[in-house]
T-cell receptor
Framework: GAVVSQHPSWVICKSGTSVKIECRSLDFQATTMFWYRQFPKQSLMLMAT?????????EQGVEKDKFLINHASLTLSTLTVTSAHPEDSSFYIC???????????FGPGTRLTVT | QQQVKQSPQSLIVQKGGISIINCAYE??????FPWYQQFPGKGPALLIAIRPDVSEKKEGRFTISFNKSAKQFSLHIMDSQPGDSATYFCAASQHLQGGGADGLTFGKGTHLIIQP
């Protein structure tokens, strides 16, 4: 149980284009989904928190107009990186939590490379 | 300000030995402390977690020790195996007043190598 998927697993895009990453909870309803970013050999940094049907809450320093988050249903959240630049190249990982629980279950991650 | 400090940065343990990774936190509002295991190119996987109302939790070969007064917690991996070689992250979060969990604050990670 508690399986989270991400799509795509990796993507290469040209500078200036936009990329959408999907995060799905496969066997539970995720009331809250989180988006993290991880640079090579570094830790995970929380980017934003999204609750179903509400606007996402972004961490300090994360541009909300650049990283668009939509949590349209209890099983799907999307992250769109708009006007991507090489410095946005990173490993993007989502996690999902259900109900009042503490546990977060992570997806397999999406490797974004911007050329 | 790093709210969760993790050490050591890297660790080499002989097969069958005990691997010990330590973390310290600053925010006293934290009330949930998980440990995650991550293999290269994969998302982190929840290993074990503890709440502040207990001082120790054991699941199989993995044990968390928690010291609330010192604001420290540690992961012990007993009988370490080569398959345990991975990066381990401690993390912390707090329960929100309206219910549900806040985002996780991660330590910087420990690269663990188990030598056969």
């Amino acid at each position: 149980g508690a399986v989270v998927s991400q799509h795509p697993s990796w993507v290469i895009c040209k500078s200036g284009t936009s990329v959408k990453i999907e995060c799905r909870s496969l066997d539970f309803q995720a009331t809250t989904m989180f988006w993290y970013r991880q640079f090579p050999k570094q830790s995970l940094m929380l980017m934003a928190t999204s609750n179903e049907g509400s606007k996402a809450t972004y961490e300090q320093g994360v541009e909300k107009d650049k990283f668009l988050i939509n949590h349209a249903s209890l099983t799907l959240s999307t992250l769109t990186v708009t006007s991507a630049h090489p410095e946005d190249s990173s490993f993007y990982i989502c996690s999902a939590a259900h109900g009042a629980g503490y546990e977060q279950y992570f997806g397999p991650g999406t490797r974004l490379t911007v050329t | 300000q790093q709210q969760v400090k993790q050490s050591p940065q890297s660790l080499i343990v002989q097969k069958g030995g005990i691997s010990i990774i330590n973390c310290a936190y600053e925010n006293t509002a934290f009330d949930y402390f998980p440990w995650y295991q991550q293999f290269p190119g994969k998302g982190p996987a929840l290993l074990i977690a503890i709440r502040p109302d207990v001082s120790e939790k054991k699941e199989g070969r993995f044990t968390i020790s928690f010291n609330k007064s010192a604001k420290q917690f540690s992961l012990h991996i007993m009988d370490s195996q080569p398959g345990d070689s991975a990066t381990y992250f401690c993390a912390a979060s707090q329960h929100l007043q309206g219910g549900g969990a806040d985002g996780l604050t991660f330590g910087k990670g420990t690269h663990l190598i188990i030598q056969p």
